[in-house]
């Protein structure tokens, strides 16, 4: 990925599952679909799965990123990969075996993404940073769309970004929750590049327009950093 371009993954909890097919065809300028996998034991509620991420697939061209808010991913990821996922993020709270996880994912062609919720610090990913091709910083606590952004996120990010650039590496650095126009400039600014929105684009009439603007903001706040 390109250091300066913003790319929008709209989240498909927001999106009205009734008519999932024509909810994909309305997001045009989305990078990714981003796919929340949820088991009602990682996080308090219960979403979707495997059969579901292979109907997307079957659905769009478009890239999807599954952040798998599951306990144990170790048994359920060769499921998503068999599915297509494009992406595929784990918690780093969920599991024991992060590096081999990783592993897995990138051996079977897809990028390996590792997520830290809003209570973990940055710390966590000091022994992963160099085996992931994404980090996916929570900004709000996972479980729901529609929440509020976690402000000491920023910091998290400025942190993650000065590990990176200390340890040579880059992966693509995702924010997740409460992702929108408002938020966008200050997590470009403070690292960000992959920004997760649900609410923010699903919840707006004009799909196009609303990824649009978040990506313009998020722009705007790379201006702001350089
Ligand atoms: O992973 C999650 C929630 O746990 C997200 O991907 C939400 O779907 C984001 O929704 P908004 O905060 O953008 O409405
Ligand atoms: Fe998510």
Redo the contacts with the bound molecule.
Sequence with gaps: MLENNVQVAP????ADLGHLADELASIEGAVYV?F?A?DGHF?P?LTFGPGVLAAVKEATQIPVDA?L?ISNPDQMVPEYLAAGADIVTFHYEATAHANRLASLIREKGAKAGIAINPGTPVSALDAIIEDVDLVLV??????????K?IPGSLRKLRQLKAMCDERRVSPIIEV?????PATAGDVCAAGARLL????????KENRAEAIRKITEAGEAGLTRRA
Excluded: E, R, Y
């Excluded at 929570?138 to 929440?147: A, E, K, L, R």
């Design positions: 989240s498909i909890l927001s981003h929340d949820m996080v509620n952040h808010m929570m900004t709000v606590n996972p479980g729901f769309g529609g929440q952004f997740d929750g409460g992702i929108s997760v929105a649900g609410s923010a684009v699903f919840g």
